[in-house]
């Protein structure tokens, strides 16, 4: 029941101390107020049973007669005598107007004077404690009339207290089994409830719960992680500030569900368990999350779930600005790969001593390549899109894929933010060039822009396209039916590219294949445009 030495009481033995002890204590109260009211009804029980014999004493004929005779023949003697076998008082004690004794219990007694006044002159029946030479007795004094209605005499009945505190002794053996069997009913549920207790508690000490408490407390708001602990019925248990931040959560959270935090999505279903999986992106409005769900199971039964998330806003950030500059470097690669053919070809021109022709060839290179960057520079306006699409050109060229802007494309008054074309085309395209990747030549992918009412890009190639069940999710982030690049999650791109045209008020439409085809279109009204975006590729 009790711990070793020095150290606390154990959960049970702390619930059996306070149990027993708040009971010992009830039940101790109770049985003193018990024999209080007890003593005090068995006294006035005792009152009216021998007012009840001293009153059917005093309505005997013969009682009357006797007195006014002056009893020669000892008649109250005998009738006394008979009521005392009968009803078992401890005396009747009748006697004249002048107190003089005609029975009495101990016969010496009769003939002599009452030591106290005869009670009964004022006609009326008394009731009370009288020490008398008996000892102390529960008594009545009635009176006895004549025919006229005078008294006679009295009669004075008593039971001893010795008989009413044998029956208090019995009410209070019963009382007392009472109370012992309420104290071991009470130690064993007592030792049932520990039991359940200890069982929820998974036989932790309060001590242990305490320090486990604040242990939980210091590593939930100690760690930069957001963390969210759900029960088996997806209420909140616990919650710290970062994913309150994250998940833009105010006020009381804990006990609510989770439903009511999170709206419809894919957010609440990684939340929920309802999308399985480790590291699974989420896309909200202002990050990207990384989630990551585990149950948790105690001693063989399930307590509910963990839930983790990580802000990886910047680092996808980082990640897609590198994959970018690699796009640019194998662009250039491809570039230089190029020339230095081309160079190769007017040196050996050159060798042939054919001057001529080096001539022409060096001309017919230079108008092809200053006529591709002047044509884009002239329609697109934007000089970081203008670069974007020859980079996005040279490198698809590495791959055996086709991409022309077409002649009638038109982009001079960009109303959307330079960063969010960016991002927009950048995706829309490579989504393109690698859904071609395994597709046989030609490879080709063409892009339109149109500026008559704000802006209007499409994006075709001549792939396999998206299948018409899955239009609605290919724009859920963490969706994607590619191998992950290393280092690179998949699943984003269209999802970014939704949520700038969302921000700004925008379409984006996702047509059925066979061949990919995306349509973005951003209002021109800049009240419509809403806040740049800072998302890249």
């Known amino acids: 029941m009790w711990s070793a030495p020095g150290r606390t009481r154990t959960l049970t033995g702390q619930i059996l101390i306070w149990v027993l002890s708040i009971l010992v204590l009830t039940v101790t109260m109770g049985g003193v107020l018990f024999t209080l009211i007890s003593n005090q009804s068995l006294d006035r029980q005792y009152r009216l049973r021998a007012l009840g014999i001293a009153a059917t004493v005093s309505q005997m004929p013969q009682i009357g007669a006797a007195l006014q005779a002056g009893d020669p023949q000892h008649t ?62 529960a008594n009545a004094k009635v009176p006895v009339r004549a025919a006229d209605g005078s008294i006679i005499g009295q009669v004075s009945v008593g039971i001893l207290e010795t008989t009413e505190q044998s029956d208090q002794v019995q009410e209070v053996w019963l009382i007392v089994g009472f109370s012992a069997a309420v104290l071991s009913l009470s130690v064993l549920g007592s030792l049932l409830l520990a039991r359940r207790i200890k069982r929820v508690t998974f036989d932790l000490e309060p001590a242990e719960i305490a320090s486990l408490l604040q242990e939980r407390e210091a590593l939930l708001h100690g760690i930069r992680e957001a963390v969210i602990g759900l029960d088996d019925d997806g209420l909140v248990t616990v919650i710290n500030e970062e994913a309150r931040r994250l998940l833009t959560a105010e006020g009381a959270v804990v006990g609510r569900p989770l439903t009511d935090l999170v709206p419809a999505g894919r957010l609440r279903d990684l939340l929920t368990g309802a999308v399985p999986g480790a590291d699974q992106v989420a896309l909200t409005e202002d990050s990207l999350l990384v989630v990551n769900r585990m149950p948790v199971v105690l001693s063989g039964r399930s307590i509910g779930s963990v839930v983790t998330l990580r802000d990886r806003t910047e680092t996808e950030t980082l990640i897609r600005d590198l994959h970018s500059v690699q796009g640019l470097m194998d662009a250039m690669r491809a570039l230089e790969h190029e020339y ?56 698809a060229a590495e791959q055996d894929v086709l991409i022309s802007v077409t002649d009638d494309s038109r982009l001079e008054q960009a109303t959307a933010s330079p960063q969010s074309l960016l991002t927009i085309v950048g995706n829309l395209l490579d989504n393109a060039v690698d859904a071609l990747a395994n597709t046989p030549v030609p490879r080709l992918v063409t892009i339109q822009f149109d500026d008559a009412d704000g802006v209007f890009i499409a994006v075709r190639d001549n792939g396999p396209g998206v299948p018409a069940h899955n239009i609605d999710q290919v724009l859920v982030d963490g969706y994607s039916t590619k191998e992950a690049r290393p280092g690179m999650r998949r699943g984003i791109g269209l999802a970014l590219v939704s949520r700038i045209v969302r921000r700004a008020a925008g379409t984006l439409d996702v047509f059925p294949g066979p061949g990919g085809h995306f349509e973005v279109w951003i209002p021109a009204d800049p009240q419509a445009s809403g806040p740049n975006d800072e998302d890249t590729q």
Not at 99 to 127: C, F, K, W
Not at 355 to 381: F, K, M, P
């Open 340 to 395: 230095a053919n081309r160079l190769h070809v007017v040196a050996s021109l050159l060798e042939m001593g054919d001057h001529s022709q080096a001539r022409n060839y060096v001309s017919q290179i230079s108008d092809t390549s200053r006529s591709l960057g002047e044509g884009l520079r002239g329609r697109i306006a934007p000089p970081e899109l203008a670069a974007l699409l020859m980079a996005k050109i040279t490198v």
């Open 76 to 137: 109250i003697e005998r009738l006394a005598a008979g009521v005392i076998d009968a009803a078992q008082p401890a005396y009747v004690v009748v006697t004249d107007r002048t107190g003089t004794r005609y029975s009495h219990p101990n016969a010496a007694l009769i003939g002599q004077q009452l030591e106290e006044p005869v009670a009964v002159l004022d006609g009326q029946t008394h009731l009370g404690v009288n020490a008398g030479s008996l000892g102390i007795s």
